[in-house]
């Protein structure tokens, strides 16, 4: 059965007053620069954007502003219409609250937590713990392991799962980190996108490949030959690509390619499908950049004679391949 | 006198962070928190390998009739003068009294320093009328200070900035350009390299703190720059997470409108980044010779005292 029709999945966006909500989907979504969100004001109600999302998926966010007395409105008249039918709730902490304004946040979080598990019980959570720049680098494992306890601990007892809890800040990689496994979660069919890019990286002779969503960047996913460590780095690499695409809007272009080479390295990053980027990484420094887009556009080739949903294309691909 | 810069400006005027930042790569959502300046600060910048001067900040409430040895000796050896005006900061009065006050104590001790004016902090959300609005009266209010004390003869260069987009780094960078020797050369250099390959623009950039020190003669457009140097990030990024800043490097960025961008290491912190029509890239290895061409036309240009 093919994926055609489109489907809508729901993601509430929820936490205290100027925390930080709608400037993280801006950023991410609506690419807007981080330098520019301080012109974002309060959001008075909920908002709702769509954003589309690796062709059939389409996200429904709501971005529900956080005065207390909108609060309360959700957690009573307005219960059912919010809490039902949702995916995935994200809940974003402030992590410079503490003492009453922490337990306050807690609570709020519990009712949260509580008015989701019974209107939309295969609901999953992510929990953001935000504006981790205001925290100093040597503090910030204990502050967060700290919070972290608070938070699960408040969680215990009730029919959800919390997926994962994050530190996060619009100023470096870790918004990235957070919104792409968030994201991850709702793609229908990862594992085989997952499968299908394991078998292209091996057949591409290459250290590691990324696939991007193209407008937003973040990683839908990696693989690797060798077993490496560090995975913030795909991170890093969409904060920095992301960047860069913002002032390539500016005049009205687009990123099409980009190739990085060094004595040590050669990184190439195109585009592959409709809604995808994909990223190529060699540390063989024999391999020309010519050759490795061959290797993509050979895959293209096959990927624009057939119809239907990306990951069937990918999957008629790997079938493909001697 | 050398090559060195002083830099004035009243309090919170921006100096500290627009050093900080080019300088010191301090980033920008950090310069809030930074503390006044105390009387006289230096720095010391190295461009390249060949490029070494001396940036003296001077505090906003430093008193110009108070100067210590160490600081008239600091302004003695400055061929430029830049003065910041934080253009958020209505009245200018005071902004205007102390420049004024700046340019006399500073001439007394180097006649020959030319002055600019940064008007600071006219962010990207700001229109245009209003900043062409700023811009005038800031400059009319100047000149009529200086000619209430007899200084029409002064010539003050004004230059709209931002920290909040890549204006600052643009004045900075052409404010740098008075005191290198070798800019009109390198432009020529520039000239027929872009000749040479079909190449529309050329910037010549120092990578860490990203201010250009030459371009071709071709007209500045900001967006142009705002990409290249914008691409001097992906390079640096997309390196130290692969390999060493240090080992020579190039990149291409392929964009939708049809032009490609071309980054190419030339030397010791320079790197050369061209934006051409990507139908022109036919032979690659036209492009390597033409710029191996260009590092020896600039090594000559360096040996030159």
């Keep these: 059965m093919s994926q055609n029709e489109n489907k809508m999945k729901k993601m509430l966006l929820m936490g205290q007053h100027k925390v930080g909500k709608t400037s993280m989907h801006s950023i991410i979504f609506a690419n807007t620069p981080p330098n520019q969100v301080m012109q974002i004001g309060l959001t008075v109600d909920v908002n709702q954007n769509s954003f589309k999302f690796m062709g059939n998926l389409k996200i429904n966010l709501w971005d529900c502003g956080g005065q207390d007395k909108l609060l309360q409105e959700y957690f009573t008249t307005q219960k059912s219409t919010i809490f039902s039918n949702v995916e995935v709730l994200i809940y974003v902490f402030d992590v410079d609250k503490e003492g009453d304004l922490f337990i306050k946040e807690l609570n709020d979080f519990k009712t949260t937590v509580t008015s989701l598990s019974e209107c939309s019980p295969g609901a999953i959570v992510f929990v953001l713990i935000h504006k981790f720049d205001k925290i100093k680098e040597s503090e910030r494992k204990i502050v967060f392991e700290r919070k972290y306890k608070e938070i699960i601990q408040r969680a215990d007892g009730l029919n959800i799962e919390i997926k994962d809890v994050f530190s996060t800040s619009i100023w470096d990689e870790t918004l990235y980190k957070a919104w792409s496994q968030i994201v991850q979660n709702l793609i229908p069919n990862i594992n085989v996108i997952k499968e299908s890019l394991k078998a292209f990286c091996q057949t591409c002779s290459c250290e590691e490949v990324v696939l991007f969503e193209k407008s937003t960047f973040l990683i839908i996913d990696f693989q690797e030959t060798t077993e490496k460590k560090d995975i913030q780095k795909y991170e890093r690499l969409s904060n920095i690509i992301k960047q860069f695409k913002l002032t390539c809007m500016k005049t009205q272009a687009n990123i099409q390619a980009i ?36 290797n993509v556009h050979h895959a293209q080739k096959l990927f624009e004679s057939i119809q239907g949903s990306d990951t069937d294309k990918l999957k008629y691909l790997i079938q493909r391949r001697p | 006198m050398n090559n060195d810069i002083c830099m004035f400006g009243l309090t919170k005027s921006g100096k500290t962070s627009m050093i900080r930042v080019i300088f010191q790569k301090l980033e920008i959502f950090r310069t809030f928190q930074l503390d006044p300046t105390n009387r006289m600060e230096s720095v010391t910048v190295n461009l390249g390998s060949h490029i070494h001067f001396k940036i003296y900040e001077f505090s906003g409430h430093y008193d110009l009739n108070d100067s210590q040895p160490p600081e008239i000796a600091a302004m003695e050896t400055c061929s430029l003068m830049i003065y910041v005006i934080d253009s958020q900061a209505e009245p200018f009065n005071e902004a205007v009294q102390y420049l004024r006050q700046a340019i006399q104590t500073v001439k007394q001790r180097s006649p020959h320093c030319e002055c600019h004016c940064f008007i600071h902090k006219v962010d990207p959300d700001i229109e245009d009328n209003k900043k062409n609005e700023l811009l005038q009266q800031i400059q009319k209010d100047i000149s009529d200070e200086l000619s209430k004390n007899s200084m029409n003869y002064i010539k003050v260069d004004f230059h709209v900035t931002s920290i909040f987009d890549h204006s600052y780094l643009e004045h900075f960078s052409k404010v740098i350009q008075r005191i290198l020797p070798y800019s009109q050369s390198i432009q020529t250099l520039l000239d027929s390299f872009n000749l040479s390959c079909k190449i529309e623009k050329s910037f010549l950039f120092e990578i860490y703190s990203k201010l250009y020190l030459a371009s071709d003669s071709q007209h500045f457009h900001s967006t142009n720059f705002q990409l290249c140097s914008e691409m001097i990030d992906v390079f640096i990024d997309v390196t130290c997470i692969y390999g060493k800043l240090d080992d020579a490097g190039q990149s291409q960025i392929k964009l939708s409108d049809g032009s490609i961008l071309i980054y190419q290491t030339v030397n010791e912190g320079i790197s050369l980044i061209s934006i051409m029509k990507s139908e022109n890239l036919e032979r690659p290895f036209l492009l390597e010779y033409n710029i191996n061409q260009f590092r020896q036309g600039l090594a000559q240009i360096f040996k030159i005292k």
């Design chain 1, 259 to 294: 190739t990085v080479k060094s004595e040590k390295f050669t990184v190439y990053i195109d585009e592959f499908t409709e809604n995808t980027f994909i990223m190529l990484a060699y540390t063989d420094p024999s391999i020309y950049p010519a050759a490795i887009s061959h």
